[in-house]
């Protein structure tokens, strides 16, 4: 005879992790709001260009967090999806207004690489011969979004999954770069992230 099923069986484990929400993102925007962007004689860099770039890298790891944890068998390639889509909808969602509508919205079109490559690594079947998806990215117009954001992603899919790049193709004197150098500029930043979270885990906790 089966045994009946206990109702005071411990229920599954699962996480509670928190990758991103809307107050860690409201904060990064004061902080915008607040430095300056202009440099002083004695920076490189101006105060703004630093915040943002620590905002971007901020963003960077905490999706990639999601990733690592999907690749350490905490998550199904769908719930690493659920996932993401909660965070992107926080980053891509809305613009501040004023002065920094166009820095975020800029911000926001450079994320759309990290999404659009983590997605492509949960699926699978990307191109992995990263020096001809470079060449065949900086051969598109301007207008080949679309198609530059796919050659794009298959790069950040191969960085996710270990591959090397993309500091030799990033000129350091880029003073305009095009939105597909900007990809390569954040996957770069992705591949730094990958490799900080190479010990990274996370332990379920008991469900509440």
Do not use: H
């Not at 107050?23 to 440099?39: G, M, P, T």
């Not at 719930?79 to 501040?96: R, W, Y």
């Not at 990307?126 to 298959?154: C, F, N, P, R, W």
């Amino acid at each position: 005879m089966a045994r009946k099923k206990s109702t005071t069986e411990a229920e599954p484990m699962k996480l509670f992790y928190i990758f991103y929400n809307q107050e860690r993102w409201n904060n990064w925007i004061q902080s915008l709001e607040q430095a300056s962007f202009e440099a002083q004689e004695d920076e490189d860099v101006s105060e703004g260009l630093q915040v943002l770039y620590s905002f971007t890298e901020d963003i960077t790891i905490s999706v990639l967090k999601i990733i690592r944890l999907y690749q350490n068998g905490r998550f199904t390639a769908e719930e690493a999806k659920e996932k993401l889509d909660d965070v992107e909808l926080i980053v891509m969602t809305g613009l501040p207004e004023g002065e920094l509508e166009e820095i975020v919205g800029s911000l926001q079109l450079t994320l759309l690489v990290l999404f659009t490559s983590c997605r492509k690594y949960l699926d699978g079947g990307y191109e992995t011969d990263i020096k001809s998806l470079v060449k065949k990215g900086k051969a598109l117009g301007e207008d080949d979004l679309e198609e530059g954001l796919e050659i794009a992603a298959q790069i950040g899919a191969s960085v996710i999954d270990g591959a090397t790049c993309c500091a030799r193709y990033i000129k350091d004197d880029m003073e305009n770069p095009t939105l597909f150098e900007e990809w390569l500029i954040e996957i770069d930043t992705m591949a730094n992230a990958v490799k900080s979270l190479s010990k990274f885990d996370e332990e379920p906790g008991e469900a509440s």
